[in-house]
Nanobody, 119 residues
Framework: QVQLVESGGGLVQTGGSLRLSCAASGNIFSINVMGWYRQAPGKQRELVATITNTNYIRYADSVKGRFTISKSAAENTVNLQMNLLHLEDTAVYYC?????????????WGKGTLVTVST
């Protein structure tokens, strides 16, 4: 089992910045993927950004150049720095942890943290 604890989020004006963090603990395998997904009202959950244990990074096209994903020195914490926030970034952001490789891998999700961008 892996436990995920999210922090950050909140209310910000357009053009502002927020930082999300997610700390993972438990039975963590060396092969893993950490990251963030988001779900806006009435929409499906979508990828925001992920980072693998080898530091390969993926971003959604909509956040490239504005969001930066990183790991903390502790390695089991993933951060998402969100700059130049748009109204369309309003969503519940979920921490994601893909633990292990191949068919035995298990996905874990945080409870979600709300990000609201206002005018």
């Amino acid at each position: 089992q892996v436990q995920l604890v999210e922090s950050g989020g909140g209310l910000v004006q357009t053009g502002g910045s927020l930082r999300l963090s997610c700390a993972a603990s438990g039975n963590i395998f060396s092969i893993n993927v950490m990251g963030w997904y988001r779900q806006a009202p009435g929409k499906q959950r979508e990828l925001v950004a992920t980072i693998t244990n080898t530091n390969y990074i993926r971003y959604a096209d909509s956040v490239k150049g504005r969001f930066t994903i990183s790991k903390s020195a502790a390695e089991n914490t993933v951060n998402l720095q969100m700059n130049l926030l748009h109204l369309e970034d309003t969503a519940v952001y979920y921490c994601y942890f893909h633990n292990g490789g191949g068919f035995s891998a298990v996905d874990y999700w945080g409870k979600g943290t709300l990000v609201t961008v206002s005018t």
